[in-house]
């Protein structure tokens, strides 16, 4: 009980003392209307006194005002930020986009330009999948029978032989790759004119087969198409050959392949319709008639 009344009496004086200085505060006031050169030093004391309970009364709206403000900026920090950020990534899929499309147009590009240098007819397709299991070595292009595609039609691209055309149906068509242990393609040995077989070894790897072990070859001799067998056009590279084993016993010599093609990072191919057999003669005859153009037309 004692503790309760005095702290009553403490709030009662501090009270009372409150209300005494307001009461002076309109006493002086009143005082300094009427008399205002005999009351300017207790209109001093007054304020000595007051200002301290001011500064004291205005420190908590400072702060209050203070801390809304900050946080109100933070807020609109927060709000610019989550706007800026969607802006990056915005532009970051825009650059994205016009990277793809400008690496798009190389390769089209690219392709374009060995369709105008091959002699044969070829139509543009584009890889939309890949075979997942191991059975087979196999890409699916969107071309089909409605495209004019057929079963062993030869597939290329700038790079050299991709494999041949596998089954096929009215929009699509499955492409056996070079790679493939069922793959065969007649192939000679450029350098040396060495004929033999390309079969597939799987992963990035072929080899080739029934290679005399008389005929001279060597690694780094580059491999291309013989032309013979009806879909493949001559000249076209394959690959070239990283290993050379003659040591065994029979007439056949073994070598392995690597693909100029890499068949892991096809986008697009060439599916060759038709094409029709150069002979040499035929060749000799085309470069003379070039050679007669531009003689005329330097004069």
Not at 216 to 242: A, R, Y
Request: net charge positive; charged share 30%; proline share 3%.
């Amino acid at each position: 009980m004692r503790i309760r009344d005095l702290f009553l009496f403490r709030r009662h004086n501090l009270l009372s003392f409150i209300i005494l200085l307001f009461m002076l505060a309109l006493i002086l006031m009143s005082l300094r209307i009427k008399q205002r050169g005999t009351v300017e030093w207790m209109d001093s004391i007054l304020m000595e006194i007051c200002s301290p309970i001011q500064k004291i009364s205005n420190f908590p709206i400072k702060i209050t005002k203070k801390i809304f403000n900050e946080y109100i900026l933070l807020l609109n920090v927060k709000k610019e930020n989550e706007l800026l950020k969607r802006r990056i990534l915005e532009l970051e899929r825009e650059n994205n986009q016009l990277r793809e499309m400008a690496l798009a147009y190389g390769r089209l590009k690219h392709l374009l330009d060995f369709k105008e240098r091959i002699s044969t007819s070829v139509m543009a397709a584009e890889v939309i999948a890949r075979d997942p299991t191991s059975w087979f070595r196999s890409i699916t292009i969107n071309r089909g029978e409605k495209d004019g595609i057929k079963k062993g039609m030869a597939v290329i691209s700038p790079k050299g032989v991709v494999g041949h055309v596998l089954k096929t149906s009215p929009n699509h068509s499955i492409v056996l790759l070079i790679t493939d242990y069922n793959c065969a393609i007649d192939a000679i040995v450029q350098r040396t004119r060495a004929k033999a077989i390309v079969e597939g070894l799987g992963e990035n790897r072929c080899q080739l087969k029934y290679l005399l072990r008389t005929e001279e070859v060597s690694p780094g001799d580059i491999v291309v198409t013989s032309g013979l067998g009806g879909n493949f056009p001559k000249g076209i590279m394959i690959g070239q050959i990283k290993k050379v084993d003659n040591q065994g016993h029979g007439i056949f010599q073994y070598a392995e392949l690597i693909p100029n093609v890499d068949i892991q990072k096809l986008e697009e191919v060439l599916v060759v319709k038709e094409f029709t057999s150069v002979s040499s003669e035929d060749k000799v005859k085309k470069i003379e008639e070039k050679a007669k153009k531009t003689k005329k037309n330097k004069r």
